[in-house]
């Protein structure tokens, strides 16, 4: 199912033993465009407030009592390495998070969470096969960002400005971002468009810029995207028949777009 961070936002996440707070941000990497946390305010419950919380440990969402479970437990989120969430996460810390839960590192693999591990509760039962002291140092840069500092990018087509990236939509059942939500703001009557991160050319971070090789014509006539209707299937196969792109559910890609 494909649900806006925004939407995400407002569930409320529980532990094993009891509610912890609520989502604030998310971290994705840059490379596969795969959620690789959710930054949780914990409000009063503890002294640093946030703390990050691995995909790999949630279950499905439940929409109906609007409230996200994890496989964990209160004292062992307390416990948890202290990463200063409102400074760049380096690759050492996030080896430091894995090795305390003794999950693999997603940047081991070929695929968008690594050799054998995947989010939706598929933490490993076992105790994994003690690690080269090391392993972690051949991947040196995380490759981390923000979705809230990443909104608000501009959107450049291939004949000009045509917009600004308003919101991300992300794959429950992987958690991989499917689509930005992009809002034409130079095209009267605006209206919002999805852009998968297959299309995207390359990104400027310094100049928080998103380059797609659509024009803006296309982008202007695509079908609209409107955040109070579900993403179905049968609207995904006509947005992706307007831009002439293979779908990804006919094969996985890594999205490298740096």
Avoid: C
Avoid at 167 to 192: C, H, Q, S
Avoid at 193 to 221: C, Y
């Amino acid at each position: 199912m494909l649900n806006d961070t925004n939407r995400i936002k407002n569930l409320t996440i529980h532990a094993s033993d009891g509610e912890i707070g609520s989502i604030e941000d998310f971290y994705f990497d840059d490379h596969t465009w795969a959620i690789r946390y959710l930054i949780v305010n914990t409000g009063n419950w503890l002294n640093r407030k946030l703390v990050l919380i691995s995909p790999i440990f949630l279950s499905a969402p439940d929409w109906e009592h609007k409230t996200l479970r994890i496989s964990l437990t209160k004292k062992q989120i307390e416990n948890s390495p202290d990463i200063n969430t409102r400074k760049p996460v380096s690759r050492q810390h996030e080896a430091e998070y894995m090795d305390y839960y003794n999950s693999s590192y997603y940047w081991g693999g070929n695929s968008m969470w690594g050799s054998g591990m995947y989010p939706m509760g598929l933490y490993p039962a076992a105790p994994l096969a003690p690690r080269a002291e090391g392993d972690h140092l051949e991947w040196a840069d995380s490759h981390l960002r923000s979705t809230s500092a990443v909104a608000d990018y501009h959107i450049e087509a291939s004949d000009g400005d045509i917009g600004h990236v308003t919101d991300f939509i992300v794959d429950e059942n992987n958690w991989g971002i499917r689509y930005m939500a992009v809002k034409t703001r130079n095209w009267l009557p605006g209206k919002t468009v999805l852009i998968s991160p297959d299309w995207i050319d390359g990104v400027s971070w310094p100049d928080s810029k998103v380059t797609v090789g659509l024009s803006r014509e296309a982008l202007q006539t695509a079908p609209e995207y409107v955040e109070s209707e579900s993403i179905t299937r049968a609207y995904e196969n006509t947005l992706h028949d307007h831009y002439g792109r293979r779908p990804y559910w006919l094969g996985e890609s890594l999205h490298v777009h740096v």
